[in-house]
């Protein structure tokens, strides 16, 4: 190890800054933020330091820089264009056994500043030691998008109740799991949602009637690539205790949910029920009544033809709280990554979403409506009743040569779309690899210029050199 990390105490302290440019401005900006007793030492000053020094956030001294300045100084940082000034800050630094640093160059420092994700009180700072900044600074993108803006706020608020807990929690494995508890479930989510007082009493039920509440976290998951998750469903999953998931939930996707979280597979085909919707409903209700934090994690939206509208109503009535985590639907995900735009000014002007796999004795499709022109349909759950769709669709005057798009594994690795014509639907729907989207409308057709993803793009591209040839 080169460097050993620490956190320092600069309040009240003098901060001694050689320098009045824009790089000087960005590190006076993190000494008052850390409350330093700051002394600016330059001739000039950039607008940005103008401003703050008129709110009295730090001494200036319009001078040249002389050694007299480093007097009673805890720390000194310079950030000067002269390299010939800022060697000679370092080596009179030096000399007094002050800490310096001088910006953007390694061999004169004593000291170097990380990079930081702010939440305070809770501050994560990376380092490369000065060898690859920039390789710092993603990973700390990484970690930043990472860290809920709310865990600042849960620190403090542990913090207030610190003390409270360890005097009731007097074993301290029984404290350790209350703050786990806490992190991880209900007071994390309530504080998420800007809820501090309601956060604040969960924090007193759970310490003198603990483990009487869980939740229910409904997560879409997106139609399969893992970069497609929302970075709250990535959080949520990183705290669950229990996931319930589908089928249609990639591997990859799985490959998130906390380690030592039960992971339950409750998934379902059409017309081949694994587990019923019934017994996913008990499931979630006995495990949220254990307390636990319980995710139910869904193929695409949990709200498009996800039933997660049902399984919500069952937590309503059972007085369990619950969340919603929305997910790229199939439709969307599919059609982005097969290139089809789901609307374009010049051949469809809205987008319906419709399922091909209806209730025995429910409800028709509205086929003339769904029939007229300009218009895009994404049909779930349709390839088993192609026949019938694209026979309606006609039927109701749709022309027969309207192209369409059947998607199977969109999104993922296996990706195939099929295109073709609407008369045609039967056949192509039987080529795609469940689970398949069909796009029906003009729409469907620029997938042959916009394919961008998996390997039919090379063929088309071919496909379309050799035409260009002919
Ligand atoms: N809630 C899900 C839909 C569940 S219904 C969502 O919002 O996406 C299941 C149907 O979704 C499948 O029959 C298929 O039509 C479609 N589907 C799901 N994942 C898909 C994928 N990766 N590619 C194409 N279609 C998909």
Redesign the pocket.
């Given at each position: 190890m080169d460097y050993l990390p620490l956190f320092v105490d600069v309040r009240t302290r003098k901060v001694v800054l050689i320098g009045g440019g824009v790089v000087a401005a960005r590190k006076a900006e993190l000494l008052i933020k850390a409350q330093a007793d700051l002394v600016v030492i330059s001739p000039t000053l950039c607008t940005q330091l103008q401003a703050e020094h008129q709110q009295n956030k730090f001494v200036w001294l319009a001078e040249d820089y002389q050694s007299i300045h480093l007097d009673d100084a805890f720390l000194v940082i310079a950030a000067t264009d002269d390299a010939l000034l800022n060697e000679t800050v370092f080596y009179d630094a030096n000399e007094r056994k002050i800490f310096v640093n001088v910006v953007d160059d390694q061999p004169l420092c004593s000291f170097i500043v990380p990079s930081i994700i702010d939440r305070s009180p809770v501050i994560v700072a990376i380092s490369s030691g000065g060898t690859a900044p920039v390789l710092a600074r993603l990973l700390r993108e990484k970690l930043e998008t990472m860290l809920p803006t709310s865990l600042g706020k849960m620190a403090e608020i542990a913090g207030r109740w610190r003390h409270k807990v360890k005097e009731t929690l007097t074993n301290m494995r029984e404290r350790k799991r209350f703050w786990e508890k806490s992190f991880s479930g209900r007071f994390a989510s309530l504080v998420e949602k800007g809820q501090f007082s309601e956060a604040e009493q969960q924090l007193e039920r759970q310490l003198y009637e603990p483990d009487n509440h869980g939740e229910l976290i409904l997560v879409?998951a997106g139609?399969?690539d893992a970069g497609l998750l929302t970075l709250k469903g990535l959080r949520v999953l990183q705290s669950a205790e229990v996931v319930l998931y589908d089928h249609?939930v990639s591997e990859e996707i799985l490959e998130l949910v906390r380690r030592d979280a039960d992971k339950i597979c409750v998934g379902k085909r059409?017309g081949n029920h694994s587990v019923s919707q019934e017994e996913t409903n008990a499931l979630i209700v006995k495990f949220a009544q254990q307390g636990k934090k319980v995710v139910r994690l869904?193929?695409?939206?949990?709200f498009?033809?996800?039933r997660g509208g049902e399984e919500l109503q069952v937590a309503a009535q059972a007085g369990i709280p619950f969340q919603v985590v929305p997910?790229v639907?199939?439709?969307i995900?599919?059609a982005a990554y097969a290139g089809v735009p789901l609307t374009h000014r010049e051949h469809s002007q809205s987008i319906t979403f419709i399922?091909g796999?209806c209730r025995e004795n429910g409800m028709e499709l509205d086929w003339q409506a769904l029939a007229r022109g300009n218009q895009t349909l994404a049909?779930?759950?349709?390839?088993v009743k192609a026949a019938k769709i694209s026979e309606q669709l006609i039927q109701f005057g749709r022309a027969e040569n309207t192209p369409v798009a059947v998607?199977?594994?969109?999104?993922?690795r296996e990706?195939k779309v099929v295109t073709g014509k609407l008369d045609e639907l039967e056949v192509l729907a039987q080529q795609a690899p469940?689970?398949?989207?069909?796009v029906v409308g003009e729409v469907a057709a620029l997938h042959q210029q916009l394919a961008w993803f998996g390997s039919q793009t090379e063929d088309i591209r071919w496909r379309s050199a050799v035409l260009e040839l002919a």
């Open positions: 879409g139609p399969g249609l059409a869904k193929g695409g939206d949990p498009v033809f996800g997910g639907t199939a439709a995900g599919a399922t796999h049909i779930y759950m349709g390839t998607i199977g594994c969109g999104t993922r990706q469940a689970p398949a989207l069909i």
